[in-house]
């Protein structure tokens, strides 16, 4: 039999977190661990950067300040106001703020401007240079005499101290000669400090960020951990859980679509299970139908090969003459007009049973006294159980108004006092009693005989099963009474059944009461 199956898939990952939630990869610690690289590579790539070109980048803005020293004082010089006060202490600002060191040789006063007092060491160096008694750098000296260039830019070591400067010396534009230098060692030393400052930095820095991050895209992965646990009992097809956070965010959009979906889902699922239930049921009632009816034509063919063989046969004897007496023949027309009634009978339960079977056979819901259905029944049947000495016995004297259908009750009364006398043994006795019990009325027929198996029991109201066959057959019976009997009242709704007693059987159906107002 098919089936409509929902079902959800189960995760299978390494890291299950409290929820029951599998993560392979957290995602908080995927962001942390991105961003932790992205600093540590940006820093790591700063000091590498500082520490190959900051001393060239530092030597190269050095060299820059000299120029714009030389630009200051060699205005002054054409101005000639290398000696006035406001020059001396604009000087003093540039060269003291810049760490460097000037002489100039002033020709009209014969005295040397310095920013040493002790200006012995750069007037030595500078006349050194002038007239470049070593006889270095002979092919700048020879531009710079020659007046191709005002100024020479160099990097020389003091052998005293052995340190290292960069250099400017020249000629102003008035001819006095001058010399600015600096020290590089101070911007190495500079560069280094910068660099073991910016490690430090760094490192507190990546240790620092690291819980910062830690913590900022924990909440910021913490909607998202909520949204893979509702899927994960969505999973499971536990749609209670909804996204409840607020924002306006992409993340709250997608907790607002996924409540969306799990709504849809879950009345999608509900639907689906109606529709599988529904189609179980219809597979059933078809497999249902199809067995009642292999059944159906199996039994019928067995009920009607029996009597359609003994009118075949008596017919036949009819025709061949096989007795000429007229009380032959009578009795060869009776056994086949018996045997066609019962057929004829038989046929009609049938029909009758498969119309309520069908639900084709309309309710009439009335009141009516069910004591005198139950009487008439009685007084009907009378005139058989006189004939088969049968006593039957009802005593119901006050009316009890029920709600049913009032043919279909008569029918079900007719049967079960037919199935009793057809039955009855010992004392050949059948009780028809009445009990009432709050809003119910009990209508029950009894007769003395031997008990049914109770292996046999839940057969009996099935069609064409017979418990005896061979008295079934001895009094004609269809085998279908107790099959109507069950038909009509599952229409009605109501209940019905059998009791087994030492002394006999007791079949037993209710009916609902219309109380005084009804």
């Avoid at 050095?62 to 604009?90: C, M, P, R, W």
């Avoid at 078809?286 to 159906?296: A, N, Q, T």
């Avoid at 229409?491 to 009804?518: C, D, I, P, R």
Wanted: glycine share 6%; net charge negative; aromatic share 8%.
């Amino acid at each position: 039999m098919p089936h409509l199956w929902v079902q959800g898939a189960n995760l299978k990952q390494k890291k299950e977190t409290k929820t029951g939630v599998k993560v392979k990869h957290s995602i908080n610690r995927q962001f942390t661990m991105i961003f932790i690289a992205l600093m540590a590579g940006t820093i790591l790539l700063s000091w590498f950067l500082n520490r190959t070109f900051l001393e060239r980048y530092y030597i190269n803005n050095k060299t820059h300040v000299l120029l714009e020293a030389y630009d200051t004082i060699n205005e002054a010089g054409n101005d000639d106001t290398l000696t006035s006060d406001d020059f001396q202490l604009e000087l003093q600002k540039i060269f003291n703020k810049s760490n460097i060191n000037m002489i100039i040789l002033d020709f009209n006063t014969e005295q040397p401007i310095s920013t040493d007092n002790d200006d012995s060491l750069l007037r030595k160096k500078l006349m050194d240079s002038i007239f470049d008694m070593k006889g270095n750098n002979a092919d700048e000296l020879k531009k710079l005499k020659d007046g191709n260039v005002h100024y020479l830019i160099q990097r020389t070591i003091d052998p005293r101290i052995q340190t290292e400067y960069i250099e400017m010396w020249g000629y102003l534009d008035n001819g006095d000669p001058f010399m600015i230098r600096t020290a590089v060692e101070s911007i190495r030393e500079s560069v280094d400090i910068a660099n073991r400052f910016m490690a430090y930095v760094g490192a507190v820095s990546i240790l620092i960020s690291a819980v910062i991050i830690w913590l900022i895209t924990r909440k910021i992965t913490k909607p998202i951990n909520e949204l893979a646990k509702i899927s994960e009992r969505m999973i499971h097809l536990d749609f209670d859980a909804k996204y409840t956070r607020k924002g306006k965010n992409e993340i709250a959009m997608l907790g607002g679509n996924i409540n969306s979906l799990s709504e849809t889902l879950e009345k999608t699922i509900s639907e689906l299970k109606t529709a599988n239930v529904e189609l179980m049921k219809d597979i059933e009632n078809k497999d249902k139908i199809d067995e009642m009816r292999k059944e159906f034509l199996s039994n019928v063919s067995h009920e009607l090969k029996t009597p359609i063989a003994l009118i075949q046969g008596y017919a036949e004897g009819l025709k061949e003459g096989i007795n000429d007496d007229s009380d032959s023949k009578d009795f060869y027309c009776e056994v086949i007009m018996d045997e066609a009634s019962k057929m004829n009978i038989m046929v009609k339960k049938l029909l009758t049973l498969n119309q309520l079977e069908f639900g084709n056979d309309m309710i009439a819901m009335e009141r009516f006294d069910v004591a005198d259905v139950v009487r008439g029944c009685v007084n009907s049947a009378s005139i058989l159980t006189k004939q088969n000495g049968i006593t039957i016995n009802f005593t119901q004297v006050n009316p009890i108004f029920v709600w049913a259908d009032e043919f279909k009750i008569e029918e079900v009364i007719t049967n079960y006092l037919t199935n009793a006398m057809n039955h009855a043994d010992f004392d050949k006795v059948i009780d028809v009693k009445l009990e009432q019990h709050d809003n119910l009325v009990r209508v029950s027929v009894f007769n003395t005989g031997i008990p049914i198996p109770e292996d046999s029991i839940p057969h009996i109201w099935e069609k064409f099963y017979k418990v005896d066959k061979a008295r079934t057959r001895a009094y004609g019976g269809s085998g279908v009474g107790l099959s109507i009997v069950k038909a009509i009242m599952d229409s009605l709704n109501q209940k019905f059944g059998v009791l087994n007693y030492n002394n006999g059987v007791e079949f037993w159906f209710e009916l609902e009461v219309v109380n005084e107002m009804g």
